[in-house]
């Protein structure tokens, strides 16, 4: 029997697996963040611990490419739960190191005493992330460095206002709390950087929206899926374009204490 957990963890990677040939081509947000990211990252090139590098739901591999240009030294493990994913990686770059694991168990041993854990637009997708991210900054060794970007509570809050508008469940995925993580992270690490990124985008109804979910693999929701009636009241209730679709990114890089 598996649990509710289990089931929706399966779900996401079901969802990932079935766009991972197009992942590249169609995940440009999460590009422009993986560079951006790694580009916060270079002052720290020089001060890192020896030890194991991480990339946790490194998917194909934007953000650990991203790093290792930027940091040089070792390449980062690509861990991720979804092997079609870590393929599509493994074919640009076949000497990088992979691991399919799933990351709702913890972390794999060998990342204890780790020196860079990195991970961008995937913490979301576990099961309780502040607590995942308290295991990751008590994983790293003192002097080693935490580089995150999530998605945050309060990204495109037309979807939830729509919704109710129309009276028909919310299916998106429950987004951490920026203030909850950083919380967590707080105590562990001496922060180098932190930022709310807002990126905005334009709104061309719900439709093109919900199928820039679907496009790169990200549309699996602990909620029933919409019947065909519900999604119609969706399109009804969705504002114009004059309201634009906006993303909040938590970017955090900070050295264990
Ligand atoms: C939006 S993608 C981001 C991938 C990559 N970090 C990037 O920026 O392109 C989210 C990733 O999290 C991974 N993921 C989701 N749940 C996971 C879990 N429980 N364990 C490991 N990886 C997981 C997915 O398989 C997917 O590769």
Not at 52 to 71: F, K, N, T, V, Y
Request: net charge positive; charged share 15%; with cysteine.
């Amino acid at each position: 029997m598996f649990t509710p957990e289990q089931r929706f963890s399966a779900a996401v990677q079901q969802c990932f697996a079935s766009r991972a040939a197009s992942y590249e081509h169609q995940a440009r947000l999460q590009a422009a963040i993986a560079q951006r990211l790694a580009r916060r990252c270079r002052p720290l090139a020089a001060e890192l611990p020896a030890g194991p590098r991480a990339d946790l739901g490194a998917g194909s591999g934007l953000l650990a490419r991203a790093l290792h240009s930027q940091l040089g030294g070792p390449t980062l493990l690509q861990l991720d739960a979804c092997a079609p994913l870590l393929k599509q990686g493994q074919q640009r770059d076949p000497a990088t190191p992979r691991l399919q694991w799933d990351l709702n168990q913890g972390l794999p041993h060998s990342l204890q005493g780790a020196a860079l854990l990195a991970s961008s637009f995937a913490l979301q997708w576990l099961e309780q992330p502040d607590q995942q991210l308290e295991h990751w900054c008590r994983a790293l060794r003192p002097g080693g460095c935490l580089a995150l970007a999530v998605p945050c509570q309060g990204s495109f809050s037309l979807w939830p206002e729509a919704a109710e508008r129309a009276g028909v469940p919310c299916t998106a995925l429950e987004l951490p709390a920026a203030n909850t993580l950083l919380a967590q992270a707080e105590p562990w690490l001496e922060l180098q950087h932190q930022s709310l990124l807002r990126f905005s985008r334009s709104n061309h109804g719900a439709l093109p929206f919900l199928q820039e979910f679907k496009a790169i693999g990200a549309q699996a929701s602990r909620a029933p899926q919409l019947t065909a009636g519900e999604l119609r009241q969706l399109i009804r209730h969705w504002p114009g374009p004059e309201s634009a679709i906006v993303w909040h990114v938590l970017v955090l890089v900070g050295r264990k204490r």
